[in-house]
C-alpha cells in the first residue's frame, strides 16, 4: 500500500512513519517534518533511516499549498490526516474517491467533531487514540482505537540516582491554563525541580532546557520523580507515555485540578482526561486532586528508593500494555486489512 501521511505533530508523525514503514507501507509525509527521511534540521528527535525516499514527490509537495491538488492524491492508495480539520474540509472534493482516515491526537473537541461531520458520512474512517474521546460532544464514533506506539526496548532502564523531581511541557507558564502551570508549580515548591521543554525560561531557575533526544532519555532514566498535568484537552500525553515506558514514578494531578478550573468557561470544560484509569493510586504511580496529598507522595519517593523502584516497575507494566509498539503494529495490520 502507498500511504499519504499528513502530519501535524513532529513527534507523533515520527512514531507512526517509523511504524508503517517497519510494517512495509510505502508512505510519504506530505510537507510533514519527516518529508526527507533527515527530517527537518531544527528537530531534536532523529531522522527515520529507513523511510523511502520519493524525491519527485518531495519537490511536487514542497511548491504546494494547503489545497492539495487531486493529481497528487491520486499517486496514492490511501490517504492518512493527522487531526487537522481544516486539511480535511478543504482537501475533501479531491480526495474522496481515495480511503481516507483521520488519525485523532487527543485534540479533538465539539467543534473539530463537527467540522468533520459531513466527511464522516460520506465514508471517512476514524482511528480514536483514546476510549475516552468518546466523551466528547458530538463524537463521530470510530473505526478503531489505535493508540500511539513505544518501543519498550528504547524507553527503559530508569535509575532515579538524581532525587530530583521533573516534568516536561513546552511553555509551561506560557500557556498556564491548559498545561496546569499552578499546580504543577504547588506541588513541586519545594523540592530539587526542574521542567524540561522549550519555551520555559520565565520559569528562572526551574527551567531545564530543551533537551537533544538522548539527554532527554537520560532525564527520565536518572531522576526520581516525574509530576504529571497533562494538557488540555488530551486524555494523555506522549510526554506521559515515555516517562511511564522508561520507568519513572508518575505522580499525576486528578480530574478535578485537570477539567474543573474556574478560568476556563463549562462550554470549553472537555471531560476526557484518561489518567484515573491509566494510575491505579499506590499501585502504578499516584494520583490525586489534593495538592497536599501530591506533595506527600513527592515526598515518599524522594525518600524512599524501594518504593520509586515498585511503583516505577508497575507503571512500566501498564505502559507496555497500553502502548508497545508490537501490539499496536498488528492493530495496524488488522487495520489496513479491512481497510
Not at 486528578?254 to 484515573?276: F, N, Q, V, W
Amino acid at each position: 500500500m502507498k500511504l499519504l501521511y499528513i502530519g501535524c505533530h513532529s513527534v507523533l508523525e515520527k512514531d507512526e512513519l517509523e511504524l508503517f514503514t517497519e510494517m512495509g507501507i510505502d508512505v510519504f509525509s506530505y510537507q510533514g517534518s519527516y518529508m526527507y527521511p533527515e527530517g527537518h534540521p531544527t528537530l531534536i528527535r532523529p531522522g527515520i533511516p529507513n523511510l523511502k525516499f520519493y524525491p519527485d514527490l518531495a519537490s511536487e509537495a514542497s511548491h504546494a499549498k494547503t489545497k492539495i491538488p487531486q493529481e497528487f492524491f491520486d499517486k496514492f492508495d490511501a490517504v492518512m490526516i493527522m487531526h487537522d480539520p481544516a486539511v480535511v474540509v478543504e482537501n475533501w472534493e479531491r480526495m474522496k474517491h481515495k480511503k481516507v482516515i483521520w488519525r485523532t491526537i487527543g485534540q479533538s473537541t465539539p467543534v473539530v467533531e463537527d467540522m468533520v461531520r459531513r466527511m464522516r458520512y460520506d465514508g471517512m474512517k476514524i482511528v480514536r487514540m483514546s476510549p475516552m474521546e468518546e466523551h466528547i460532544v458530538g463524537y463521530l464514533g470510530a473505526d478503531a482505537l489505535i493508540r500511539f506506539a513505544k518501543d519498550p526496548e528504547e524507553w527503559k532502564d530508569w535509575n532515579g540516582k538524581e532525587k530530583r523531581v521533573i516534568n516536561f511541557t513546552q511553555s509551561l507558564k506560557g500557556r498556564r491554563v491548559d498545561c496546569h502551570y499552578d499546580a504543577i508549580m504547588q506541588i513541586m515548591n519545594g523540592f530539587p525541580a526542574l521542567i524540561y521543554g522549550v519555551g520555559n525560561t520565565d520559569l528562572g531557575a526551574l527551567d531545564g532546557g530543551e533537551l537533544p533526544y538522548e539527554l532527554m532519555k537520560g532525564a527520565l532514566r536518572d531522576n526520581r520523580v516525574f509530576v504529571y498535568g497533562g494538557t488540555w484537552p488530551s486524555p494523555y500525553t506522549l510526554a506521559l507515555q515515555e516517562a511511564m515506558m522508561t520507568g519513572i514514578p508518575v505522580v499525576a494531578i486528578g480530574t478535578k485540578l485537570a477539567e474543573e478550573l474556574p478560568e476556563r468557561a463549562p462550554s470549553d470544560r472537555i471531560h476526557y482526561y484518561e489518567m484515573p484509569n491509566i494510575i491505579k493510586n499506590k499501585e502504578n504511580g499516584f494520583i490525586s486532586d489534593d495538592i497536599g496529598e501530591l506533595r506527600g507522595y513527592v515526598h515518599e519517593l524522594l525518600s524512599d528508593e524501594t518504593l520509586a523502584k515498585r511503583i516505577g516497575q508497575e507503571g512500566r507494566k501498564t505502559a507496555i500494555e497500553l502502548w508497545d509498539k508490537k501490539h499496536i503494529m498488528k492493530q495496524w495490520e488488522d487495520f489496513f486489512k479491512q481497510l
